[in-house]
């Protein structure tokens, strides 16, 4: 089943964001990003694609590559047919994660790391954004003293609901909620600051 | 004692900074380690197993109080690693167990300098970080840590590889001329099936070739196997019929029957070409060791009773009247706190 974010307007109201969201967290399905590219047509003029990997607890470098994004269209010479602004369209593909720490720690102690897979898509100052993969990786302090992955096994968001206790999983819920909240806060920014600069 | 004091001391003044670099937006430090304590009783009356660390015999023995600072911070990264303890005398030339700083230039490198824990094998000097509390042959007759500099090519996901120069096995400084050379290879062919292919070598520390790789069989099993051949150094050697040559293989089933009840069984195979090890004067000899162990999980504490019983192809052991023996067995119950 196709699942459509919202098409924003020049106001870029991106934390529309989170109903979607937490229900991804609680489904745990894998979703759909496929469908949402083709609403990109052969007839566009460019489609410019850029992929990020944001490192765990790092989620500000989103922005960063946001920026770098949106420098890009202040010079759209750097962009190889020189097609005009207005018709500028692009994906920035990110992925991004973060941290999710035990209580039981002196400070802090990595649980594991939750990644997410983001596409953001601009058409003629539209802006459609989809998470199509979520994921949760258990880690465990390795023989270098620092908190790393215990396997390449992916799980879903259900799956650590149910191995973790109630308290410690709305813990992590309200750990996965903030790190939404504070990316999306910066994409939405970002997202009208592109749209600034498309407008001139 | 004097160290310790002088530890706890900058560890207070590293929480205080913590604080302060909080609010400057700075991702703080992370603090981590254990401590464990153990009983252990080997049914000839006397510790005759010879892997690593809990020598005690029927007492009440302690492992080590492990403490770790860490901090990431934008591409630069370092940790510092402090332990104390029987197990950390067993396990490092003075405390300090990993001190290294690392950079990363971008996603595919990134270069790491310092001591750090030997890339080799598949078991841990920390015990909450083994599900078995007593070791393997090859762990315990692996190296510990490498000092050195490496740098990790990270191409995917899937695969990544290292390269490092580095000091003499389980060394601050290099004892001599020659740098050790190291690599490691890391494929994941499928998700949940992490494989790592290791090698060091110098004149000096010898050879080392290790395979290493675990599978995560659906949520409650785990899937282990190391194997490794060890060739001798002309360090510390004086003829051929001296150092260390061995070639293992051990193999690791975790099952986890509940959230905080796991079970795990360790067979391994060890052989010893010279006798050096396993003290069969010159002879080459083997070893067959099976380990069953309990993982019980409350709060931080992990309780880990263990039965092991090990079979030698040779009278290496004793019985309880003293006489020579191919096999001997040993119960372990150890509590680990992790935090």
């Known amino acids: 089943m196709l699942f459509k974010y919202k098409i924003y307007e020049k106001t870029g109201y991106v934390r529309s964001f989170i109903l979607p969201f937490v229900i991804i967290l609680f489904t745990g399905v894998p979703l759909f990003a496929q469908d949402q590219v083709q609403i990109l047509s052969d007839e566009d003029p460019i489609v410019f694609s850029m992929h990020c990997e944001i490192q765990p607890d790092d989620p500000s470098r989103v922005w960063d590559t946001v920026k770098e994004f949106a420098s890009l269209l202040k010079y759209p010479g750097k962009i190889e047919n020189k097609a005009l602004i207005d018709d500028f369209s692009g994906t920035i593909k990110v992925q991004f994660g973060f941290y999710l720490y035990q209580k039981l720690s002196i400070m802090k102690q990595v649980d594991g790391a939750v990644f997410a897979d983001l596409d953001i898509i601009l058409r003629n100052n539209q802006v459609i954004s989809s998470i199509h993969t979520i994921y949760f990786i258990d880690y465990i302090r390795d023989r270098y003293g620092k908190f790393s992955p215990r396997s390449s096994k992916k799980y879903t968001l259900e799956y650590l609901r149910k191995k973790r206790k109630d308290d410690v999983w709305k813990e992590h819920f309200r750990s996965i909620e903030d790190n939404m909240d504070l990316l999306l806060t910066k994409l939405e920014k970002s997202v009208l600051k592109i749209n600034e600069v498309s407008a001139k | ?82 332990a104390f303890g029987p197990r950390a005398d067993a396990s490092a030339p003075g405390p300090v167990q990993n001190l290294y700083i690392s950079y990363a230039f971008n996603n595919l490198i990134s270069v790491t300098g310092g001591f750090m824990g030997t890339f080799i094998g598949y078991e841990v000097i920390s015990p909450a970080a083994n599900f078995n509390y007593s070791t393997s042959y090859l762990f315990s007759n692996g190296p510990f840590q490498n000092g050195g500099v490496k740098v990790d090519f990270t191409f995917s996901d899937r695969v990544g590889l290292m390269l490092g120069v580095f000091n003499n096995f389980d060394s601050y400084t290099n004892d001599d001329s020659g740098l050790d050379l190291g690599a490691q290879l890391y494929l994941m062919p499928v998700e949940g099936w992490d494989l790592y292919l290791n090698f060091v070598t110098s004149d000096d520390s010898g050879t080392e070739v290790d395979i290493t790789t675990t599978y995560q069989a659906g949520d409650r099993l785990l899937i282990g196997l190391n194997a490794a051949k060890r060739t001798r150094g002309n360090l510390f050697v004086e003829d051929e019929g001296e150092g260390i040559n061995f070639t293992g293989v051990a193999a690791y089933l975790n099952y986890s029957i509940s959230d905080p009840v796991a079970i795990g069984l360790r067979y391994e195979y060890f052989h010893d070409d010279n006798g050096v090890i396993l003290g069969t004067e010159s002879e080459s000899s083997n070893v067959n060791a099976l380990t069953f162990s309990g993982n019980i999980h409350a709060g931080p504490i992990t309780l880990i009773p263990e ?29 680990v706190y992790a935090f």
Request: proline share 1%.
């Open chain 2, 1 to 82: 004692m004097k160290l310790i004091l002088t530890f706890i001391v900058l560890l207070l003044y590293a929480s205080s900074l913590t604080v302060l670099a909080q609010d400057e937006d700075s991702p703080g430090l992370t603090i981590s380690g254990s401590v464990d304590t153990y009983y252990k009783y080997d049914f000839s009356g006397q510790s005759q197993i010879g892997t690593s660390f809990a020598g005690a015999q029927n007492s009440i023995g302690i492992g080590m109080v492990d403490l770790a600072i860490s901090q990431t911070w934008g591409k630069a990264s370092f940790v510092g690693e402090i």
């Open chain 2, 307 to 335: 039965y092991r019983i090990d079979l030698a192809s040779m009278d290496i052991f004793s019985t309880n009247s003293g006489a020579a023996s191919s096999s001997a067995s040993q119960i372990v119950i150890a509590a």
